[in-house]
């Protein structure tokens, strides 16, 4: 493996050991927000992160990545600052938009340069398996936040949040320490010439449009859950620390997804769509009996998203050029965050108007059913992909 790999590792560790990252939603409900103020701070950030996301993967393909991914932790740490200074409501939107903005500007950028690096190097096939060990590495480094703030609670989520503001300024050193993303570094095409041939490659390339259509349904799916997933331990009758210690085992599934999700680069597609109607089932199940034991359900299904989205990012990086790498990249992104603001806001709907039990068995149910349409379709096609 090339050298500069191990400093690829060092930034998602850093990047994922964030403490109250486990608890966050928890800390919200503790102040007194509702589940419609909660779904609204998830899509703050989700949002937020959806009208960032082009742009940021345009100005990725033009400029430094590295010093773009320094940043993004730095706009982090300040929405922390924002939760220490004043726990509130409109505090908790504020730092959600600003981690939205984080995610915006390391979503997309993070696997280009990685991406681009392998190429270079004439090991773009490898890419799969450093990308799902990266993610394995920040997933575990969730499990030791998790457990480390199942410890650290008793202190008080003000102390949690300053230990999280000490390890991403350290996240925010790691990114200007990884490479310095060469080829991207040749492109100086005009921001909106790179955005318009950006969106010509992706319109005109159905296998593409394809790969990001099913991969924003995962993304939104996995991603927008796992903000509620503390709130579901919660639900089952879980204590705080116990919580963490359910956010850190789903984390250790994640890495599990993300390590092994290589070893499926060569399954047909149709595999993926029956997985990701598991997924769903499994979700259903879990909600539907909401017994303490039902995190057991929640802990493969999420795995099983990272191997579905570590498949169909690798599938999409081979099949786009390296000058709107990241554009296009940031287009997946922005079509999976726009699908997860719609999910978020329909999940908080029902959470407030119904309870949260429903909305996870609407959740588990919708994401069953686009997987077994995502294979009838692919079947009627005859089979291609």
């Not at 082009?54 to 991914?69: F, K, N």
């Not at 457990?147 to 949690?160: E, T």
């Not at 709907?349 to 349409?373: D, E, K, P, W």
Request: hydrophobic letters at 60%; charged letters at 10%.
């Amino acid at each position: 493996m090339p050298a500069f790999v191990g400093r690829v590792y060092l930034f998602k560790a850093l990047d994922a050991f964030v403490l109250i990252y486990p608890l966050y939603t928890v800390m919200f409900v503790a102040h007194g927000l509702t589940p419609v103020q909660v779904s609204a701070t998830l899509m703050a950030w989700s949002i937020t992160a959806f009208i960032l996301q082009i742009p940021s993967g345009v100005l990725a393909d033009r400029y430094s990545r590295r010093w773009i991914l320094a940043g993004a932790q730095v706009l982090r740490v300040i929405g922390f600052l924002v939760w220490i200074a004043s726990p509130s409501f409109l505090s908790a939107v504020v730092g959600m938009m600003l981690w939205g903005a984080k995610s915006a500007f390391t979503n997309g950028v993070f696997e280009a340069l990685v991406y681009d690096e392998l190429h270079g190097e004439g090991q773009a096939e490898d890419y799969s398996r450093v990308i799902g060990r990266a993610q394995g590495v920040g997933f575990a480094a969730v499990l030791a936040a998790s457990l480390s703030a199942s410890v650290s609670v008793q202190f008080g989520y003000i102390a949690i949040l300053w230990a999280s503001v000490a390890v991403v300024l350290a996240a925010a050193g790691a990114a200007i320490a990884l490479p310095r993303a060469r080829k991207t570094l040749r492109i100086n095409r005009p921001y909106l010439a790179l955005l318009k041939q950006g969106f010509h490659t992706v319109a005109g390339a159905p296998l593409i449009l394809g790969f990001i259509a099913f991969a924003a349904l995962s993304n939104a799916f996995g991603g927008g859950l796992e903000g509620f997933w503390p709130i579901f331990g919660s639900e089952t009758g879980l204590a705080a620390s116990q919580v963490a210690l359910f956010v850190g085992a789903i984390s250790a599934a994640q890495a599990a997804g993300s390590l092994t999700a290589h070893r499926l680069r060569e399954a047909a597609t149709p595999v993926f769509f029956v997985l990701f109607a598991v997924i769903g089932l499994l979700i259903a199940a879990a909600a539907a009996s909401l017994q303490p034991w039902s995190v057991a359900l929640i802990i493969p299904a999420a795995g099983l998203f990272k191997v579905v989205d570590v498949n169909f990012d690798a599938r999409l990086h081979h099949a786009i050029p390296t000058e709107t790498r990241a554009t296009i990249a940031a287009v997946k992104s922005f079509a999976g965050q726009v699908t997860m603001t719609g999910m978020l806001m329909i999940f908080g709907v029902l959470a407030q108007g119904v309870s949260y039990r429903a909305a996870f068995m609407g959740c588990g149910g919708a994401i069953a059913l686009i997987g077994l349409g995502a294979l009838v379709r692919n079947r009627l096609r005859g089979g291609a992909g």
